[in-house]
């Protein structure tokens, strides 16, 4: 097997590649128990997302072909706590600007899983972020992904259900959080 290159990328640079991240997010979010969303869903979401000054990105790459990708964006307002069926400590959910990165979506091309390509791309995606934390949502029916967030440092918060007008792929999540210790942000 050739040998994977993962590096954080700009948002320039994932602009330039959208069409390879759509494809791929569809290859790996179009298999039950995973909720897709359409490709012209999905491309806003990308569009919207590249236009904000705290999106991240990381790309994985074997010979020229994209592998693996993940991105996501600096949380601006505490929407993203909503629906945890489950008291949290209090202030948990107060965001402000550089408290919480959220990793939106990480995937990986089937043949590349269990070869340490998302432990690289979260690294790569996370190292150097400005933010104290970072979260993400999976769907519960994932077992294996609660394994590896669960295995890669990532604390469970609790089970979330959506808010019924916010659009996301799941009813359910289960919410995840990580200090990333090299957050400036305060209030």
Known sequence: MSEVSVLAVSAGDAAKRLVEIGALYQQVFGVPPNVAESPAQHRASMLSMLADPSFGCALADCAGELVGFAYGYGLKSGRWWDGLRDPVPEGFTTEWEGRTFVVIDIGVSARWRRHRV???????????????????????????????????????????????????TSPVFDVYV??????????
Request: proline share 5%; glycine share 16%.
């Open 178 to 187: 990580r200090e990333l210790g090299t957050g400036t942000g305060s209030r």
């Open 118 to 168: 998302g432990i690289q791309l979260m690294e790569a995606l996370l190292a150097g972020r400005g933010e104290q934390r970072a979260s993400l949502g999976v769907i519960p029916a994932l077992e294996d992904s609660a394994r590896f967030y669960a295995a890669t440092g990532w604390d469970f918060v609790g089970r979330q259900d959506s808010p019924p007008d916010a659009g996301w």
